[in-house]
Nanobody
Framework: QVQLDESGGGLVQTGGSLRLSCAASTRINSNYVMGWFRQAPGKEREFVARINWRSGITYYADSVKDRFTITNNYAKDTVYLQMNSLEPEDTAVYYC???????????WGQGTQVTVSS
């Protein structure tokens, strides 16, 4: 069982930046892909970014490419999402995700609200 503890959300103006953090309660190994998803009001949850824990390879949704950066800290079992040039369309609840490759199972954090004012 993996518990994910997110932090770093808040209110920011258009063009501003925020950094989200997600700390795992257990050791993250090469079996995991860590990522971020978001859900805006009235919309389905959508993929934002992910990082393969073993290779460090990252992948982004087109809507955030070149603005958001996902990184990780192996020693702290923590994944980060640096969000720059924020737009009102980025307003959503952001969820941390831990996906296990072998069992194809997903763990989710409780979500953190990001609000971008125009």
């Amino acid at each position: 069982q993996v518990q994910l503890d997110e932090s770093g959300g808040g209110l920011v103006q258009t063009g501003g930046s925020l950094r989200l953090s997600c700390a795992a309660s257990t050791r993250i190994n090469s079996n995991y892909v860590m990522g971020w998803f978001r859900q805006a009001p009235g919309k389905e949850r959508e993929f934002v970014a992910r990082i393969n824990w073993r290779s460090g390879i990252t992948y982004y949704a087109d809507s955030v490419k070149d603005r958001f950066t996902i990184t990780n800290n192996y020693a702290k079992d923590t994944v980060y999402l640096q969000m720059n040039s924020l737009e009102p369309e980025d307003t959503a609840v952001y969820y941390c995700n831990a996906h296990t490759l072998i069992s194809d199972y997903d763990y989710w954090g409780q979500g953190t609200q990001v609000t971008v004012s125009s």
